[in-house]
């Protein structure tokens, strides 16, 4: 379809299942943040503010703890996109908040605050 070979391998190296080893900085992060950020909106949704703007590390490696909980969510992928950046798993989660802290009305996730 036309796409550079970095999209494609940046893709394909975000599941372990293609053989595709991550190596750039965006293959990296891409893996590191996809499944996070996702459960950091499930962990914000079920606050009773329904938002990310109250929501801490602290409660994400929480939630990560219960098996329950967005229970599809590989808790070892969460892990080994925190490694692969280089951070402690708390700094990562941190700086995913952050980040999605700054789009929380795009994405749905001011709540009620």
Known sequence: MGYPEWVTRAILSHA?????????ALEKTLFACDELSGFISAAALVRPSKSILDLEASSVIKRMKDKAFARAVPRDDLRKGAEELGLPLETHITNVIGFMRERADELGLRGTL
Do not use: K
């Open 16 to 24: 372990d299942y293609s053989g595709v080893t991550r190596e750039s």
